[in-house]
Structures are given as structure tokens and as C-alpha cells.
């Protein structure tokens, strides 16, 4: 068992940063690939970026590149969302995500991958 627990939203105006962070407890947090979904109202849930269990590689949603930064800290066992220059249309609620079933160099884009999910955490940004 895996336990996520997310924390750093909040209200932000456009153009502002926030980070978010996803600490886990349970498996060897080193072991396992991590991801950063979002789910905005009337609307899927969205991959929006990923960090593989090394950190070697890191994927993103076009819609976020060059704007948000995953990272991790294994000693820590916790993911990170830096989002900067962050626009309207990414208010949504942020979920982190394991995928303890695979251990690879690939980062895994699709949710129904991931096996174990925080209970969300909502960023809101106002124009």
C-alpha cells in the first residue's frame, strides 16, 4: 500500500508560482515512477507531468511545458509541481500519482497506469 498525501494549492493570480508537493509513505518510494494529473470542472482528468523513480527523465503536457517542473526527493519520499507563470485555465484540482508496478526508464502517461492517487488538492487562478 501506498499513501499520497498532496499540499501547496491555493489562490494564485495569473502570472504567479506555486509549488506543489506529494509526500508518500508505504512502499520504497525509490522504486517507483511518479506523475502529476489535473482535473479541471466538466472536464478529464489530464496528465500534466511525470517523473520517472531515478529522475533521469521527466515528461510533460505541451499545455505545461516550460511553465511547470517536476522534481523528487527520494530521501524525502516526496514529488514536487513547481508551476510558474501559471495562466486560468490550469485551475483545476492536482492529483499525484504512483505507478509501483513498474520500475523503467519511461515515464507513464496514462492514468489508468498509475495504482495509487492522492485525494487531490485544489489550485485556483484568478485573471
Known amino acids: 500500500q501506498v499513501q499520497l498525501v498532496e499540499s501547496g494549492g491555493g489562490l494564485v493570480q495569473a502570472g504567479g508560482s506555486l509549488r506543489l508537493s506529494c509526500a508518500a509513505s508505504?512502499?520504497?518510494?525509490?522504486?517507483?515512477?511518479m506523475g502529476w494529473f489535473r482535473q479541471a470542472p466538466g472536464k478529464e482528468r489530464e496528465f500534466v507531468g511525470g517523473i520517472n523513480w531515478s529522475s533521469s527523465r521527466t515528461s510533460y503536457a505541451d499545455s505545461v511545458k516550460g511553465r511547470f517542473t517536476i522534481s523528487r526527493d527520494n530521501a524525502k519520499n516526496t514529488v514536487y509541481l513547481q508551476m510558474n507563470s501559471l495562466k486560468p485555465e490550469d485551475t483545476a484540482v492536482y492529483y499525484c500519482?504512483?505507478?509501483?508496478?513498474?520500475?523503467?526508464?519511461?515515464?507513464?502517461?496514462?492514468?489508468?497506469?498509475?495504482?495509487?492517487w492522492g485525494q487531490g488538492t485544489q489550485v485556483t487562478v484568478s485573471s
Open positions: 500519482a504512483a505507478d509501483t508496478r513498474y520500475r523503467g526508464p519511461i515515464v507513464p502517461l496514462q492514468a489508468e497506469v498509475y495504482d495509487y
Open positions: 508505504g512502499r520504497t518510494f525509490s522504486n517507483y515512477a
